[in-house]
């Protein structure tokens, strides 16, 4: 199999045709399967490479030309998805008007599994939601605050305004700023609450206890410990935010936190027998277009569990 045609299938430029050449000769052997993970594993450590490092990692014209990333191709990817954007916020914004001028208008958006989209604010504050995401804000702020709710994850480029508070309202907890870019991972249902900071200054405060706050500075991120309590810890901020480029990717993560994400992803359920793999950990990037197969054949190498799909329900061995 030409290299270059593993090459367009993990960049997502591969044509429908290719692609399936390219699935038939996989599932042809088991020698081939092996090549096909090797070729991935290799593009997980060009994914996990600086931009420096993809500058300088080329294919030979032989084996199918640059192998570099570009902002372009993300572009392309991006505007080749825009469409379903639209359509996942033309269907899940509800626009609720109140004839009296002096009260603000609420607006609801609910994005399906497996998307992303984004959106400005009255404000110009930016707002990048994630899949399976419920965001809701007003259609002009107060003169007191300017509150947004949030139910899932989001990345926000906040507006800044020393006189006006940007503060996001989760289950758990608020997240208060006056100008500056962070990352919230807060699902209602899920246990798990993540805060991280690229830029600027954030308060977090529990629901219904201003007192109990925590400051977070650039490249730190609050977590939330089993006993409910947040937690600081120096992270690599940008590791947070590659879903904004269509890129799941996990940094020493615990199979337990994967497969949570993997089902909100791709709207399927885990059924794990050996609940002891759930404390393994695992590292790499891909692609949101990978297909779910792809991802566990990587991740299962580093805890060596067997797994099968029927349906919507994955069961792990």
């Not at 399967?33 to 070729?39: A, L, N, S, T």
């Not at 249902?189 to 529990?206: C, D, P, R």
């Not at 692609?287 to 329900?313: A, G």
């Amino acid at each position: 199999m030409d290299r270059a045609i593993f090459i367009k299938y993990f960049e997502g430029t591969i044509s429908p045709i290719e692609e399936k050449e390219l699935l038939d000769w996989v599932e042809a052997s088991s020698e081939n399967k092996r090549v096909f993970m090797q070729e991935r594993q290799i593009w997980d450590m060009l994914l996990l490479n600086g931009p420096d490092e993809q500058e300088n990692l080329r294919l030979t014209p032989s084996e199918g030309g640059d192998r570099k990333f570009s902002g372009r191709k993300i572009f392309l990817e991006l505007a080749k998805i825009a469409a379903i954007f639209i359509g996942a916020f033309l269907v899940s914004y509800f626009f609720f008007m109140d004839k009296v001028n002096t009260k603000q208008a609420w607006n609801t958006i609910e994005v399906p599994s497996g998307q992303r989209t984004h959106l400005t604010l009255a404000d110009g504050s930016k707002v990048w939601l994630n899949a399976k995401t419920k965001f809701t804000f007003p259609d002009r702020f107060s003169k007191e605050n300017r509150t947004v709710k949030l139910d899932g994850e989001a990345i926000f480029d906040v507006a800044h305004n020393a006189d006006l508070p940007f503060i996001v309202e989760t289950e758990k907890y608020n997240v208060k700023v006056l100008g500056t870019e962070f990352n919230v991972y807060a699902y209602s249902q899920s246990n798990a609450f993540e805060t991280t900071l690229l830029q600027g200054k954030v308060v977090i405060s529990k629901v219904g206890n201003d007192n109990e706050k925590i400051e977070l500075k650039p490249d730190q991120m609050a977590q939330n410990n089993d006993s409910g309590e947040l937690e600081l810890k120096s992270v690599n901020t940008h590791q947070s935010v590659y879903w904004r480029e269509g890129i799941y990717s996990f940094e020493n993560e615990s199979l337990k936190s994967i497969f949570e994400r993997l089902e909100r992803y791709y709207e399927v359920e885990f059924d794990v027998k050996n609940k002891k793999i759930l404390n393994d950990s695992f590292t790499g990037k891909f692609r949101y277009r990978d297909p779910i197969e792809v991802i566990l054949e990587v991740v299962k190498k580093s805890s060596w569990f067997r797994y099968s799909k029927r349906n919507n329900r994955i069961t792990i061995y």
